[in-house]
């Protein structure tokens, strides 16, 4: 039963965010040609079969059964409908052939246009409801790095601070992981050791790395320093306080609570832990619970350092002018090295099962802002997807209006029909390999 619901409701939130982001691309197209005085003949939120439509004025309004895209149907043009009964009569006024390039190269782009649009406005209202919350990198004083990690690898050790990405400094720890910083070719971290700075650089499969394993993990940042004690618990009988920070295990010094748990997890009967406590050092003795390898303390989690930065109605434009377009450049960086074998396509190409699955956690962890998040991220790839040149695509279709602009000759309706059912088997094919791709990674496969 709370697979079904689980499934359900997956369902019911990856059909919403496709629902929007379909709805807005297609209206693009709808409002351009409707200004244009094109006449549409449907206007399709899904594809067939139909569950619901009607007709008002020259338009039929459909809601399609596979809520997997959709489409405007301008009379004139070859589309998806593959109809091209049209080509042995004469341009009418109100078709779309019979407009100048200028005015159809529009109508194209205006589906990428609006769910760029779109995204920017989602980030806009994101700021300005939510503001951001984020956490100063002065607020952390060093990260502990694993043997055997991607960090380790990279060259950082246990005590480094973190401060800046690709040779520039940054004010906030989630300014290091941008998709349009992360994405670049030669990505680099600042971090400051020892009073020096040194520059790490990524190796060529970061991404594909990043896919399995953090750069840095959330709690590699945590010190050693207690936020509460449970009562009755062995840290309560030793004597130990909020506020304490363990800085010696048995003589060893850390600084970090990986470090700290680790160590009780392995402690056999009574350890001596060295807490500074209002500038003093002081030794208790404590012997932690063999059962559950713990002694009742929980960590210092930031809560005091995290700032809400908080944006008025005129700023959150900024906010959504810049997110808009840094997730614009990472998509675009990042599918560069898909398409140049940078990065494997196994491993980070997504499909409808991937993107379901990755809008239900968004949902499920940050509710509607999660939710709008993400759909405002989809929005924006599914602009970039649709200017692949891929005949079918807007992309495609472009291509030809720009053949025709520079050659002033229309490529004729039986090449455009043989490299539309081409693009749109090449479409099927890449659809298939990508859920096939999503079913394998879903089972570990």
Known sequence: MELL??????????????????????????????????????FSIGFPPKIFGYKKGETEYV?????????????????????????????????????PVWQRMVVILAGVIFNVILAFFIYTGMAWHYGEEVLPVDAIEGVYIP????????????????????????????????PAAITGRDVSFMVERNSDIHHLSAPSDFLDRLNREQLIEPSWILPSKIASVVDDSPASAAGLQAGDEIVAFDGEEISYWIQLTEKIQQADGQVTLTVLRDGERVDLSIIPDQETGTIGI?????ADSIVNLEHSFISSFAVGYHQTGGTFIGIVQGLQQLLTGTISVRENLGGPVAIASVTRDATVQRGWEGFWLITAFLSITLAIMNMLPIPALDGGHFLFLVYEGITRREPSPKVRMALQQIGLILLIGIFILVTFNDILRQFGG
């Open 5 to 42: 619901i689980t499934i359900l409701s997956t369902l019911g939130i990856f059909i919403a965010a496709i629902f929007i982001l379909v709805f807005f691309h297609e209206l693009g197209h709808f409002l351009t040609a409707k200004w244009f005085k094109m006449r549409v003949d449907q």
């Open 147 to 178: 043997e055997n990690t991607l960090a380790s690898e990279m060259g950082f050790q246990t005590g480094d601070r973190v401060i800046g990405i690709n040779r520039r400094e940054v004010d906030y720890f989630e300014q290091l992981f941008r």
């Open 63 to 99: 809601i399609g059964a596979t809520p997997l895209g959709g489409y405007v149907k301008i009379a004139g043009m070859i589309d998806e409908s593959m109809d091209d009964e049209y080509t042995s009569q004469p341009p009418q006024e109100d078709e779309f052939r019979s407009k």
């Open 298 to 302: 929980h960590a210092y989690n930031f």
